[in-house]
């Protein structure tokens, strides 16, 4: 559970990020540099590694803890935008082209992203055109609302989609380190403990 917890805040960090893209047009560059850096951590030994370190999920961990607890903390938004994403999940790796596809995608856009960096414009809008090409048509739609000046602006619908490929990512990694709806039904307080533990363990 401690495991599928970080996933999950792999999940949360990148939607609230797309949150924060959608309502501003920008998003803090650390926490989106550890989102897109994942996509990237093609044999990484533990979830930590996929992330590069626990403490680069904080902000996911505590949205996790905040959203699991309830009460005023709890964004119906970043809920909804992160079940569509576990959602399209289950349809993406079933299927037949797409997982390979964004695969061999994302190993020709490494080298930009070792060049560049995971948060220059370049590197965004590709990762922007894997999202609307390889997984957009697999279904269903993130509904993402925001502010209509920045979401018609291609940069940041660009920076939208290839935040969303991350927590595409990081949902494929929660399935795969067991994770399923029934966490959200009987796991909710295991989840928020081990949200916590990975917090105290950061600081």
């Known amino acids: 559970m401690k495991e599928r917890a970080l996933a999950l805040a792999g999940v949360l960090q990148a939607v609230q990020l797309v949150q924060q893209m959608a309502q501003t047009g920008q998003a803090p560059s650390a926490p989106l540099a550890a989102s ?3 996509l ?6 533990s979830p930590e590694d996929v992330f590069g370190g626990a403490d680069k999920l904080r902000p996911g961990l505590e949205r996790l803890v905040a959203q699991f607890e309830g009460g005023a903390g709890r964004d119906a938004a970043v809920t909804r935008m992160a079940m569509t994403v576990l959602h399209l999940e289950r349809k993406f790796i079933q299927h037949a082209r797409a997982p390979g596809a964004v695969h061999e995608a994302l190993q020709d856009i ?3 992203h070792a060049q560049f960096g995971p ?3 370049t590197v965004l809008s590709r990762l922007g055109e894997v999202y ?3 997984v957009s048509p697999v279904g269903p739609r993130v509904l993402v609302q925001g502010n209509p000046v920045y979401l018609g602006q291609p940069d940041v619908v660009g920076e939208v989609r290839a935040t969303l490929l991350a927590a595409l990512r990081a949902a494929v990694l929660w399935r795969q380190l067991g994770g399923s709806y029934w966490d959200f039904l009987f796991g909710r307080r295991a989840l928020v403990q081990a949200g916590r533990d990975w917090l105290s363990a950061t600081h």
Do not use: G, Y
């Open 36 to 38: 897109i850096d994942s």
């Open 132 to 134: 609307a090409n390889e």
């Open 40 to 45: 990237f951590r093609f044999d990484a030994e």
């Open 110 to 112: 490494a080298r930009q």
């Open 119 to 121: 948060t220059h414009p």
